[in-house]
C-alpha cells in the first residue's frame, strides 16, 4: 500500500494562482523542468473531474471531495469511492464540499445533503445516533464547510448558523455552541482555527471576526482589527499564517495582514 504525503495545499494553492499571470506559460514550463508531475484522471477512475477539496487524513490516505461524484480516497494506486449508492458506505449527497477528521478517528463529511460520520478504521458510514448527544436535526441541514480546531472540536455551517461541537473522553458530544449571523448565509463561507487557539477566523459581512465560545450555548464573534474591514459582498475563500502574517485569499484579490504593525497590503 503506497501512501500519499502532501506539503502545504495552501502554498499550491498560491502556486497554481501565480500560474495564472500574464508570464503564466514561462512560469508552467519552469515548473515542468523541476518537478515530475502525475496526472489523475477519470482514465484512472477518478469518477468525476469537479474537486472541490482535497485532505489528508492521519493515516496518509488522500480524501477527494466531488462535486457530483461523491467521496473518494485514493493510496497511490486505486480508489475506494463514497457516495448515495454505495452499500454500506452510502452518503447522503454526491455533491460533497469537504471533510475533516477529528481526533477519534472519524471522518466528517458535509455535502449538499448534509454531514455523513465516516469510520476511519472500518470505512463504514456511522448512524448519527452513534454519537450519544449529537442532534439529527444538524446533520441533515446542507453544510458548506467543516473545520478541526486546535482543541478536536468540530465546526460545521449551515444557513445562516455557525455550530462548534465539542466532545468528550468517550468521543460523545459534551458540548454544541452556536452562532445564528445574517452574514454567515454564504454558501462558499470559510472559518479556521489560524491561531491554533480553539476558535476561528470568519468573514461576517466584509469584517474579519474571531469566534470563540460564550457562556451558555453560544458563540460570539469579535472584530480582529479595523484594518480587516472589507466589503461586504467579498468571499473569503482561505487564510493562511506564516510566522507573524497572516494572508487571506479572497473574490478580490490576496490581502497580507501583519499582526504585529495591524497594516494590511492588498495584492
Given at each position: 500500500m503506497k501512501k500519499i504525503?502532501?506539503?502545504?495545499?495552501?502554498?499550491?494553492?498560491?502556486?497554481?494562482?501565480?500560474?495564472?499571470?500574464?508570464?503564466r506559460i514561462?512560469?508552467?514550463?519552469?515548473?515542468?523542468?523541476?518537478?515530475?508531475?502525475?496526472?489523475?484522471?477519470?482514465?484512472?477512475?477518478?469518477?468525476?473531474?469537479?474537486?472541490e477539496d482535497?485532505?489528508?487524513?492521519?493515516?496518509?490516505?488522500?480524501?477527494?471531495?466531488?462535486?457530483?461524484?461523491g467521496l473518494s480516497r485514493y493510496d497511490g494506486y486505486e480508489f475506494i469511492h463514497f457516495n448515495s449508492n454505495t452499500f454500506h458506505r452510502k452518503l447522503k449527497s454526491n455533491f460533497v464540499r469537504c471533510v475533516r477528521e477529528d481526533r477519534f478517528h472519524r471522518l466528517w463529511v458535509s455535502s449538499e445533503g448534509g454531514v455523513d460520520l465516516i469510520d476511519l478504521r472500518t470505512l463504514q458510514t456511522l448512524r448519527p445516533?452513534?454519537?450519544?448527544g449529537l442532534p439529527a436535526t444538524?446533520?441533515?441541514h446542507p453544510v458548506s464547510h467543516i473545520e478541526a480546531d486546535a482543541e478536536g472540536c468540530i465546526w460545521t455551517h449551515d444557513g445562516n448558523?455557525?455550530?462548534?461541537?465539542?466532545?468528550?473522553?468517550?468521543?460523545?458530544?459534551e458540548s454544541i455552541h452556536s452562532l445564528?449571523?445574517?452574514?454567515?448565509q454564504k454558501n462558499n463561507l470559510i472559518f479556521k482555527d489560524i491561531e491554533q487557539k480553539g476558535t476561528v477566523w470568519i468573514s461576517l459581512n466584509g469584517q474579519i471576526c474571531n469566534v470563540s465560545p460564550q457562556g451558555g450555548d453560544r458563540l460570539q464573534a469579535v472584530p480582529v482589527s479595523r484594518s480587516l474591514?472589507?466589503?461586504?459582498?467579498?468571499?473569503?475563500s482561505d487564510f493562511i499564517l506564516k510566522e507573524h502574517e497572516i494572508w487571506i485569499a479572497s473574490s478580490q484579490g490576496l490581502y497580507r495582514y501583519d499582526r504585529n504593525n495591524d497594516v494590511v497590503k492588498h495584492y
Open positions: 504525503l502532501i506539503g502545504s495545499l495552501h502554498f499550491i494553492t498560491i502556486l497554481l494562482w501565480l500560474l495564472l499571470l500574464p508570464d514561462l512560469a508552467q514550463e519552469a515548473f515542468a523542468k523541476h518537478y515530475n508531475a502525475t496526472y489523475i484522471t477519470m482514465d484512472e477512475g477518478l469518477p468525476a473531474n469537479f474537486i482535497i485532505f489528508q487524513d492521519s493515516q496518509g490516505f488522500v480524501w477527494l471531495s466531488l462535486s457530483g461524484g445516533d452513534k454519537l450519544k444538524l446533520m441533515n448558523r455557525l455550530h462548534r461541537i465539542a466532545f468528550n473522553a468517550a468521543g460523545n458530544i445564528n449571523h445574517a452574514g454567515i474591514n472589507f466589503a461586504p459582498d467579498i468571499t473569503i
